[in-house]
């Protein structure tokens, strides 16, 4: 009775949510590799001609001629920053409406300007809006419907195949654990034919990538409802509410101060030169801190070290990094390499992109598992 039950349960929710998991996860085996795809197809925008004198030009330059090159009526509000002595250095523009439904209504603009630090050229101005790898993203993230109506149609579709693979493991568990029928759920049967080799891709591949398979959406999870993201920290936290880091606020200035900018960007390059990347975000709050994310190793989000500038004077008012988080926060510092593969480099990309594919080829094994019991189940009827 119990099996019978879980078994409705498996069905119905697989048909429910089928092919919104097919398309979230055929989307995030391209996203897990995005960086590597990047350095091939956008490397003439990514990759720069190194002079034999190294000398970079001004932040604050380079930050007038990409906000030159896009005009008065773009606001650049983020810059990607790369002590790499090869890479160009780049600023986003970008503009949202978070009630509008559609990728192409919620992103009112986005641009990527891509400068050469040490010329101050403008190499590439792309539209970051239509970019193959943002689409990639957005559908992952909310297949383009915007955040509004597309992120929860995406958390609760996660949401019901966490569910499914739950279930799916309860009713793979062998009745009874004789070899025959433990090999049953661990093997494909030689030479079956299409209907049995259609369930031995559904029940083996869905055994074997389970585990993966449940950090990956609880994970996804974690970005789709708060609860989740609380209740795991809290967890981690021995079942404790942890403080939330205090972000300190700056005197009060309309903007940033030139020679600051310069002088905070030219310390933080000589103190991590063997860092991946720099994030600098320009926020429209008078009170708020210039805030520099910094990623110590390429592909590694949760090594990172975090610094909060007064935006008028340049003092520290506060750093943290990885190593000072403990329990929920330091989960939660990992969470996107654990959802992408990157937290064990290029051997759980491949993992994540395995299993993804994996994921994608359930919904659709699982339709015909239902397709033929119906077809068999319509045939005695006639």
Known sequence: MIRKAFFEIHKWLGLLSGMVVLIVSLSGCVYVFTDELKDIFHRDRLYIEVPENRHRQPFSLLLDNARNALGSDYEITRSEIFPGVDRSWIFRASQTNNKAVGHWNYYSYYFRVYVNPYTGKVIHIEDSKNDFFQLVLSTHMNLLLGPHIGKPLVGYSTLIFFVLLVSGLVLWWPRKWKVRTVRKGLTFKKNAKVKRFNYDLHNVLG???LLPALIIAVTGLVYSFDWVDESIQYMADGGKKADKQVIPESTPAEVYNAGILDRTMTKLLADHRDADQFSLRFRDDKLAPLDVQIRLKKSRTHLFAWYYFDRNNGDLLLKYGHNELSGGAKLRSMNYDLHVGSIGGMSTKILAFVVSLICASLP???????????????????
């Open 207 to 209: 055994f074997y990538s």
């Open 364 to 382: 659709v094994t699982g339709f015909f598992v239902w397709y033929f019991k119906r077809r068999k189940s319509v045939k005695r009827l006639a």
